[in-house]
């Protein structure tokens, strides 16, 4: 059955986890079969524009182009998913759709615990490649010397 708060404000959460999470990783944590389904849009690749802002505040400039693939799809109840995937693997974003239509269910609480781990893996590489950078840090400092007095 369809949830009632389709804008869930963890939808979003959830939605951005499942398009970072590695392919590999998500497939294994929810593997195949995947449950019966229609698609809306079958993972198609394309690309989309990447902006950035100077400092985080400035105006926004267009930064690049970057390959995507989405997919769009409906449940047997009715419940849509939806799934943009850096890159171009397919089943990545039909696996990830497919999550997203399900935690719109009942089938959530079952699934959150698969969430859960991809979250705190995903904290542990972030945690790892913050330590890797830390230690390659220089801090650099001005000696004053005797005759700068």
Known sequence: MPSSHPQ?????SWMSLLARAPADRLASLFPDPLPDHTLLRAPEIGSVMVQGRIGGTGAPFNLGEMTVTRCSL???DGTVGHAYVQGRD???ALRAATMDALMQTDAAPALRPTLDTLAAEE???RTTRAA???ATKVDFFTMVRGEDK
């Open 90 to 92: 397919r089943t990545h």
């Open 123 to 125: 904290t542990a590489r």
């Open 8 to 12: 869930d404000p963890d939808r979003k």
């Open 132 to 134: 890797k950078a830390a």
């Open 74 to 76: 409906r449940l047997t």
